[in-house]
């Protein structure tokens, strides 16, 4: 499902969108997937290093690997947020009974044409972290704009 077109005109519309990527079943395999597919189906601007953190919430799994993007789409935010859950799919992404429990990807838009959509950024260090390092590495900054 690419979210852009190599048929883009000069009045297509771009949206720069921050995803927070995270993962603890196969980590350094599900990562070099997930960018695989992110950078060949979307505008990949930039990345950051990937951190390895402890668990949040549920303790008895793995540590998490978690990295931050910045890329650029045609789709609204709707369709993107529903393109990236599509993504966790094809990536093996099985929801649990527990909500902080293993996964073999996550992927969250953080913020949206500069703005921060998701209070994750401001809640937790293992998202503000690579968040904050990909922008300062991008030379870009963010709004604390309405969290939804």
């Known amino acids: 499902m690419p979210t852009t077109s190599s048929h883009a005109t000069p009045s297509t519309r771009y949206h720069e969108c921050v995803i927070s990527v995270g993962s603890n079943i196969e980590p350094e395999h599900h990562f070099a997937q997930a960018l695989e597919i992110l950078s060949s189906e979307c505008e990949l601007v930039a990345r950051s290093e990937a951190v390895r953190t402890a668990p949040v919430g549920f303790q008895q799994q793995p540590d998490f690997l978690n990295a931050a993007l910045v890329v650029r789409t045609t789709l609204e935010r709707d369709a ?7 993504v966790e799919h094809r990536l093996g992404r099985v929801r649990g009974p527990i909500k ?5 990807m996550d992927l969250d838009i953080v913020a949206w044409d500069g703005d921060v959509v ?7 260090d293992y998202v503000r972290g690579p968040v904050d390092d990909v922008l300062a590495a991008s030379g870009r900054s963010l709004s604390a704009g309405p969290a939804s």
């Open 80 to 86: 993107f947020k529903a393109y990236l859950k599509e």
């Open 100 to 104: 902080s429990g293993p996964r073999t």
């Open 118 to 124: 998701d209070d994750g950024y401001f809640q937790h």
